[in-house]
């Protein structure tokens, strides 16, 4: 199989791969909406046509275009050497990714759920992460592995876990998590042509959701840096941070808090590993306060990561204890009322960036 994609993809000239033919080009300079969903499938739609070494492999990305309809018309588009339909056995269709990234090639893995990827969690650690660092630089590993990462809506402890923190905590692998449009597709544009392995955290809940997006964006040239967070909105009396569907809840919580007086600076993180600790302590040294917000467990997650670089960095500056938001520590359970539980909701960021600014009584003496 791999060598036919092989024979295929370096016979191809890029003069003979038609460009895509995206709806989003030739649109002004004005703002348009584009859903997640779309930005993604864009994006590896340009990527295919740009270089004939990038294919497509994963459960249903193929005939029935996607589980979640990311890879709609691609199948039509480039055929079924590089858009591969595989059996229901994660740790092998990884393994052969992994094995065709060493051979030069860039395949882009699809997950169901990232949860699945725990069935082929050692060729992602041990031989994608660590090939570069153990040959001395000699093998590159380039592909990505991208899937719905963390909550989405009744499909219980197996299909909900944020995995953001386990994969950022790996040396050799990059973590993004996308949450507008414009993040999916430029992030995912970046992940492509990313030397190393990347692990592209998407949200389910955010593929029906709509964004603007500017000309630029749209641009088949566009793409965003690696490393890299985007101030959402500005502020001067507390730091939000947040990532993937959390940095939606952070700027409605923004929005309640701006009513109050409350000025909040709304941080989207976009890279989780590595991390854009220069912007954040940067807003800290502004605001003098830091609420961080992650659908994953408290303990040993990325709101703790960040805590431990504004003390070391930036103490002085705090003016009040740092706040951190995250999941329940408890698998999530299946029952509606008990997931919306599990879940940080707006109202438990704008109680904590008010604790923050001291505009209402403490956890302990409210208790």
Do not use: R
């Given at each position: 199989m791999l060598g036919i994609i092989r024979q295929k993809a370096f016979g191809m000239s890029l003069q003979t791969i038609r460009p895509a033919a995206s709806v989003w080009r030739g649109y002004s300079s004005a703002a348009k909406e584009m859903t997640v969903r779309d930005a993604l499938n864009s994006a590896l739609d340009e990527e295919m046509s740009a270089d004939p070494k990038v294919f497509l492999m994963g459960e249903e990305v193929g005939e029935y275009q996607g589980a979640y309809k990311i890879t709609k018309g691609l199948l039509e588009k480039y055929g079924p050497e590089r858009v591969l339909d595989t059996p229901i056995t994660e740790a092998g269709f990884t393994g052969i990714g992994v094995g065709a990234a060493y051979y030069g090639?860039?395949?882009?893995?699809?997950?169901?759920?990232?949860?699945?990827?725990?069935?082929?969690?050692?060729?992602?650690?041990?031989?994608?992460?660590?090939s570069n660092y153990m040959s001395a630089g000699r093998i590159s590993v380039p592909i990505v592995f991208r899937g719905p990462n963390g909550a989405a809506a009744g499909v219980g402890a197996q299909h909900s876990q944020c995995y953001a923190s386990w994969y950022a905590s790996c040396p050799g692998l990059k973590v993004l998590a996308p949450y507008s449009s414009e993040d999916a597709r430029g992030l995912l544009k970046a992940a492509i042509r990313d030397p190393d392995p990347v692990v592209f955290l998407e949200n389910?809940?955010?593929?029906?959701?709509?964004?603007?997006?500017?000309?630029?964006?749209l641009d088949s040239s566009f793409c965003l840096p690696i490393g890299k967070a985007k101030i959402e909105r500005e502020g001067?009396?507390?730091?939000?941070?947040?990532?993937?569907?959390?940095?939606?809840?952070?700027l409605k919580a923004a929005e309640i808090l701006a009513k109050e007086g409350i000025i909040a600076e709304v941080i989207n993180l976009r890279s989780i590993r590595p991390l854009d600790k220069h912007t954040i302590n940067a807003s800290v040294r502004k605001t003098n306060r830091l609420v961080t917000v992650e659908e994953g467990f408290p303990q040993h997650g990325i709101g703790a990561e960040i805590c431990a670089s504004i003390i070391e960095e930036s103490f002085s500056y705090l003016d009040a204890p740092v706040e951190r938001i995250a999941g329940a520590d408890v698998p999530m359970p299946y029952a509606a009322n008990l997931e919306r539980m599990a879940v940080p909701q707006v109202e438990d960021i704008v109680r904590a960036a008010k604790r923050a600014c001291y505009r209402s009584a403490p956890m302990a003496a409210a208790q």
């Open positions: 090639l860039k395949p882009v893995v699809e997950f169901m759920t990232i949860n699945f990827s725990l069935q082929a969690i050692d060729h992602i650690i041990n031989s994608a992460a660590k389910e809940l955010l593929y029906g959701e709509s964004f603007p997006v500017s000309a630029e964006v001067k009396d507390v730091t939000i941070t947040a990532f993937s569907k959390m940095v939606g809840y952070a």
